[in-house]
């Protein structure tokens, strides 16, 4: 059984920092690339920060410079670091972990429940 389960989402004022957890269970880590990806009501879900198993990181243009993605292999944790955070950031963000490189994915996914980002003062 794989999960993956997020937390420290909450509200942030405008400015302010958060930092998301992604603990992995089973066997969805080692091998594994995991990114964040963050759906606003009425948006499509956008993908926000990737970080491969080797340790590459890529970002969404709009986060660049104010999120960092990390992971903790002993923790089995991926971390994203977020700062300055805008009103815009506000979404649910999930967890992803897929097998596969930045960008190709191959065979099976999973996917976290979410945990909800709010910056609003």
């Known amino acids: 059984q794989v999960q993956l389960v997020e937390s420290g989402g909450g509200l942030v004022q405008p400015g302010g920092s958060l930092t998301l957890s992604c603990v992995t269970s089973?066997?969805?880590?080692?091998?594994?690339?995991i990114d964040w990806y963050r759906q606003a009501p009425g948006n499509e879900r956008e993908r926000v920060a990737v970080v491969t198993d080797g340790g590459e990181t890529n970002y969404a243009d709009s986060v660049k410079g104010r999120f960092t993605i990390s992971r903790d292999n002993a923790k089995t944790t991926v971390y994203l670091r977020m700062n300055s955070l805008k009103p815009e950031d506000t979404a649910v963000y999930y967890c992803h972990a897929y097998r596969g490189t930045i960008d190709i994915q191959i065979g099976a996914d999973y996917w976290g429940q979410g945990t909800q980002v709010t910056v609003s003062s």
């Open positions: 089973g066997t969805a880590y080692g091998g594994y690339s």
